[in-house]
């Protein structure tokens, strides 16, 4: 009995590792909201040349358009509804594929009334099978009822929950291994930007995810700097698509060459009805992880049709 209680505390530990002591959370005082503005148009510049323009916009991932809305902790049941009433009567375009990923509690909810055509995500999972893991959600129980992706590795996940590169990496493989589809978020915080580490943090994520999967066929990459989640504000369309290039660049030199040519890469925070458009346009951008305005169904269904954007002449 001390023997199995021994081995069942080293597997707790081994799990748990990933989750630091201290759990730093996000700033959102006034203060530093006010800073966040006042500096981030000098500080967002990479100092490489963007790629001259096409004759016609495509994707440069082999894939089809992706769309993500990420529900967060928001809704109720008859906001829920109301939002589901929304996107079932929505005209979306067909070469897309949508997701959303609405609060566990809701997912039953949201499977049993929403349209085939959208998928469902969790929007966390553990990272082995389920047990005495209170407040967790397994695998298995995302399979359960229906979801077919889970988002793992968010900047609300890393920052302010506390969980570290490694820690997420196991988490992906584990999904992945049980049939689960991976939107694995990365993205630089604004002095992480400022100070000129945008591509080694974001290498060093995808190094984790690297490390742990055997297979990408069922990830899809999301960059979401931590300093336009929900603030309002974007990266420009050129800023957005330098950091794709170099993500699929690193793909392609530490991975493979077919893995970065078939791996969607999308682009997340603060994205909207209002710049979609532009941002769709860009080659390496293919589809988007969206917040807020995912909780509104018309501007959803913009989003998702601005695929008909990488039709348009450059």
């Not at 996000?26 to 967002?44: A, G, I, K, R």
């Not at 829920?80 to 997701?99: F, H, M, P």
Request: glycine share 10%.
């Amino acid at each position: 009995m001390a023997v199995a209680s021994t081995s069942l505390a080293s597997q707790l530990s081994a799990q748990f590792s990933g989750l630091r002591r201290t759990s730093p959370k996000l700033d959102h005082s006034l203060s530093n909201s006010q800073s966040l503005f006042q500096h981030v148009n000098s500080h967002l510049r990479l100092t490489s040349s963007p790629k001259p323009p096409r004759g016609v916009v495509a994707m440069a991932g082999s894939g089809k358009f992706f769309v993500g809305g990420n529900w967060k902790c928001n809704g109720t049941k008859d906001s829920i509804t109301k939002l589901i009433s929304d996107l079932n009567s929505a005209k979306l375009e067909t070469d897309v594929d949508v997701v959303v990923a609405p609060p566990f509690v809701y997912i039953d909810q949201v499977k049993n009334t929403l349209s085939d055509r959208i998928e469902i995500s969790g929007q966390n999972s553990w990272v082995g099978k389920g047990g005495a893991f209170t407040g967790e959600i397994s695998v298995e129980q995302l399979k359960d009822i229906g979801a077919k992706w889970v988002i793992l590795g968010h900047s609300e996940r890393r920052h302010v929950i506390g969980e570290d590169d490694q820690f997420i990496g196991k988490k992906a493989a584990y999904a992945l291994s049980e049939g689960l589809g991976v939107i694995a978020c990365i993205g630089e915080k604004l002095e992480e930007r400022e100070s000129g580490k945008t591509f080694d943090v974001c290498f060093q994520q995808l190094k984790a995810f690297a490390d742990a999967v055997s297979s990408w066929d069922n990830i899809v990459i999301a960059y979401e700097p931590v300093w336009a989640i929900g603030t309002g504000k974007v990266a420009t369309p050129l800023q957005a698509q330098e950091v794709h290039v170099a993500v699929r660049d690193w793909l392609k030199k530490n991975v493979s060459a077919e893995v970065a040519s078939k791996t969607r890469i999308i682009y997340g925070g603060s994205v909207n009805g209002g710049n979609c458009a532009e941002l769709a346009k860009q080659e390496d951008i293919d589809g988007f992880l969206v917040g807020g305005a995912s909780l509104k169904g018309p501007e959803f269904a913009t989003i998702v049709n601005s695929v008909t954007s990488k039709k348009v002449a450059a």
